[in-house]
Structure formats: C-alpha cells, structure tokens
C-alpha cells in the first residue's frame, strides 16, 4: 500500500512474532502528531484477530504488539533524526486506510514511550 501520509511502505512484508501468527507491515506513518509529539505508527495486518473466526485473543497479540515494537519498529527509527516520544503499534484483521473508520474490522493498538533501545508500554 502506498499511502501519500507514510514514510515507508512494503506492503506484504512477514514479520514474525512470538505468537506465530501470520502478521504483515502494511506501513508507518510519521506524518501525525500524537498527543506527546513526534509519533511513529507502524501497521501491521494479523488475520488471526479477526472477531469472526480469528484465533488470536488480544492477550496474545499484545505480546506480540511489544515484540513488534522493540525488534521491527525501534531498529528502524534508529539514526533517522529526531526520535519519536511515542510508538504505536497496530494490529488489524485487514488492511484499513490511515485515519478512516472501519467498524467492521478487530483492530488492536498499543503505545510505547521510547526510551534507548527500550519500548516501555503505556496505557491509551
């Protein structure tokens, strides 16, 4: 997906997770201040969330949110000028554009204050 609001893209790429279920980055969007600042938002598509026959409880997916964070997410901030305050990581059973609403779609977000090589959660 090329997004004209994101930084990145490589739609399709695996990433594993702890959890071993199929997630894929869709992209990061930088371009969208949190409520700290700088943000970095990275996407993932996770069909095994889905509300409707997903396998994969948000339990489970939240440690696959934090592994997320500290093995994909901070590697690629890293040296690439200011560093975010914050990092979201998104979890959703398909693709869904960037700000638009979806209500059909199971859809999981975490928060992480970065601190060094460190994803330290915080609650929404």
Not at 30 to 43: H, K, Q, S
Not at 73 to 78: E, G, H, S, V, W
Not at 88 to 108: H, K, M, N, Y
Request: charged share 20%; glycine share 10%.
């Amino acid at each position: 997906m090329t997004d004209p609001n994101t930084s990145e893209s490589a739609e399709g790429v695996l990433v594993p997770v702890p959890s071993g279920q199929e997630v894929r980055f869709v992209d990061v969007v930088m371009n969208a201040p949190g409520p700290d600042g700088l943000t970095a938002r990275f996407r993932f598509v996770a069909p095994a969330i889905a509300k409707d026959g997903g396998t994969v409880g948000f339990d489970v997916a939240a440690g696959d949110m934090e592994h997320l964070c500290k093995n994909f997410a901070l590697p690629r901030i890293a040296g690439t000028g200011p560093v975010p305050s914050q990092i979201v990581i998104s979890l959703s059973d398909r693709d869904v554009p960037f700000g638009e609403a979806a209500p059909e779609a199971t859809q999981f977000f975490e928060a992480y204050r970065v601190e060094g090589d460190a994803c330290i959660w915080e609650a929404f």
